[in-house]
T-cell receptor
Framework: NAGVMQNPRHLVRRRGQEARLRCSPM?????VYWYRQLPEEGLKFMVY????????ESGMPKERFSAEFPKEGPSILRIQQVVRGDSAAYFC?????????????FGSGTQLSVL | DQQVKQNSPSLSVQEGRISILNCDYT??????FLWYKKYPAEGPTFLIS?????DKNEDGRFTVFLNKSAKHLSLHIVPSQPGDSAVYFC????????????FGKGTSLLVTP
């Protein structure tokens, strides 16, 4: 897990507020995945990004969720108007080449709690 | 729809014995399988993988077996150690369709001294 930094580790929001989750990939990595883990569930794919591009967002809810990975700075997962069902652990993972995505390096996650 | 299934939520094994974690999948197009290990409050870490062209891959105490006809794979840990206590996730991907890994719900392994 060393190298992929996610912040904050814990985020508490009230219903209707916005949540911003940040992910700084390992140095030199230009590919980022976001996964979500609901209680008692496995990790669910949300989105795959390269620098400045969204490659696959098939796992993202159609509304309220967005992600970006700008040329400079961390990847951001943004959830607008949060609801209780958004409460989950959100994990970011980075890697450097598509062919070796078994070498995904995960961050420690952001635990989002919606009150 | 859960394409990767880990039907045992938990497993308890005595130190020194073999731990066998099982995983079933439904998508016959999956061609690469991985096991990840996760400690509390940490992200998953890659453990071992296997391509669909193989039926076995070994790395130290860890061996993964793949039975394609049964759409089943298993992770063997021999000998089990208390430090192996963690949640183990099975994951699979179809290299020709997208980039996502499909994860099972995990099996919590407890290795007792």
């Amino acid at each position: 897990n060393a190298g992929v930094m996610q912040n904050p580790r814990h985020l508490v929001r009230r219903r209707g507020q916005e949540a911003r989750l940040r992910c700084s990939p390992m140095k030199g990595h230009s590919h980022v995945y976001w996964y979500r883990q609901l209680p008692e569930e496995g990790l669910k794919f949300m989105v795959y990004l390269q620098k400045e591009n969204i490659i696959d967002e098939s796992g993202m809810p159609k509304e309220r969720f967005s992600a970006e990975f700008p040329k400079e700075g961390p990847s951001i997962l943004r959830i607008q108007q949060v609801v209780r069902g958004d409460s989950a652990a959100y994990f970011c993972a980075s890697f450097d080449r598509v062919a070796t995505n078994e070498k995904l390096f995960f961050g420690s996650g952001t635990q989002l709690s919606v009150l | 729809d859960q394409q990767v299934k880990q039907n045992s939520p938990s497993l308890s094994v005595q130190e020194g014995r073999i731990s066998i974690l099982n995983c079933d999948y439904t998508n016959s197009m999956f061609d690469y399988f991985l096991w990840y290990k996760k400690y509390p409050a940490e992200g998953p870490t890659f453990l071992i993988s296997i391509s669909s062209i193989k039926d076995k891959n070994e790395d130290g105490r860890f061996t993964v077996f793949l039975n394609k006809s049964a759409k089943h794979l298993s992770l063997h840990i021999v000998p089990s150690q208390p430090g192996d206590s963690a949640v183990y996730f099975c994951a699979a991907r179809n290299s020709n369709s997208g980039y996502a890994l499909n994860f099972g719900k995990g099996t919590s392994l407890l290795v007792t001294p």
